[in-house]
């Protein structure tokens, strides 16, 4: 005769109708929770159509960034609550991976040369977090901004009239010498008319 399991009760437990009962209702539960959570809507790299998947805090699933905090703040580092247990022992292992990171990139950064510090500095300047059509945008801005302010810091060039042009200016010049003229007889007639009144 074998030797009875210890897991002998709890195997009948398991086979009882009792807990295929609470199994069925329990599932039944799981299924309409999961049935009536918002959707991740992410377009499925299989065939385009939207992603099914529950979506998490942010609006999509953990296959399409649901696990990336959303906003600006993305790659900021989230800790999590240390008000349980299982939050603190997280908020540890996130705290030592992070200390690990800083210690690498440290030793990573002393071992550089100057250029190639140079380089990684100006790449990191010109590669800042976020949407990459965001810096684009912000590129175009400071181009077209640097275009405006050598364009204003310009002489304008030197223009070299033509014999028309030249007539032209000096008949200008000569009217606006005659309407002035004009003007001043006028205001004298008129003051003398004034006075003999």
């Not at 999961?34 to 790299?45: E, Y």
């Not at 022992?89 to 440290?106: E, T």
């Amino acid at each position: 005769m074998a030797p009875r399991s210890r897991t002998a009760r709890l195997d009948r437990w398991r086979k009882s109708s009792a807990f295929r009962q609470i199994a069925r209702k329990s599932a039944k539960a799981n299924i309409a929770t999961f049935k009536a959570a918002p959707r991740c809507g992410a377009a499925r790299k299989r065939d385009g159509a939207p992603c099914c998947n529950p979506a998490m805090k942010n609006g999509r699933c953990g296959l399409h960034g649901g696990k990336t905090p959303s906003g600006r703040q993305w790659h900021v580092l989230q800790l999590p609550d240390c008000s349980t247990p299982a939050g603190e022992a997280k908020f540890n292992r996130k705290l030592r991976d992070q200390k690990r990171y800083a210690a690498r990139r440290a030793a990573r950064l002393a071992a550089m040369t100057p250029d190639q510090r140079a380089k990684h500095e100006a790449w990191h300047r010109t590669h800042r977090p976020g949407a990459g059509a965001a810096r684009s945008a912000e590129r175009e801005r400071a181009r077209q901004s640097a275009d405006a302010r050598r364009l204003i810091a310009e002489q304008p060039p030197e223009v070299l009239l033509g014999a028309e042009e030249m007539r032209i200016r000096e008949a200008l010049a000569a009217a606006k010498a005659e309407l002035a003229r004009l003007e001043v007889r006028s205001k004298l007639k008129s003051d003398n008319s004034e006075v003999f009144e």
